[in-house]
């Protein structure tokens, strides 16, 4: 089994900037794929970005790109999220996820590992 850990939620004004990370560990070496998701209260989970671990190959929501970059760092098992120019309707709890990279990388139920979750706020 793999365990994720996210870290780095917090309370931001509009305009900013946070970095979440994933730690993963366990039997990582059987994911191929990660990713993040967010859920804002009363809303379905959405996909946010994804990122192929071996090639760093990415993938991200309409709404999150050229704000938003996904990275890892393999040696540490750890993928990151830098969020910029935030907004009001980033706010969400965010999840980050393994799987099998592959063509359903938007689709949440293709992952079967998953976080507890950190929270963003942002305000205005």
């Known amino acids: 089994q793999v365990q994720l850990v996210e870290t780095g939620g917090g309370l931001v004004q509009a305009g900013g900037s946070l970095r979440l990370s994933c730690a993963a560990s366990g039997r990582t070496f059987s994911k191929t794929g990660m990713g993040w998701f967010r859920q804002a209260p009363g809303k379905e989970r959405e996909f946010v970005a994804a990122?192929?671990?071996?090639?760093?190959?990415?993938d991200y929501a309409e709404s999150v790109k050229g704000r938003f970059t996904i990275s890892r760092d393999n040696a540490k098992n750890t993928v990151f999220l830098q969020m910029n120019s935030l907004k009001p309707e980033d706010t969400a709890v965010y999840y980050c996820a393994a799987g099998l990279w592959g063509s359903g990388n938007r689709d949440k139920k293709k992952y079967d590992a998953w976080g507890q979750g950190t929270q963003v706020t942002i305000f205005s």
């Open positions: 990122i192929r671990l071996s090639l760093g190959t990415t």
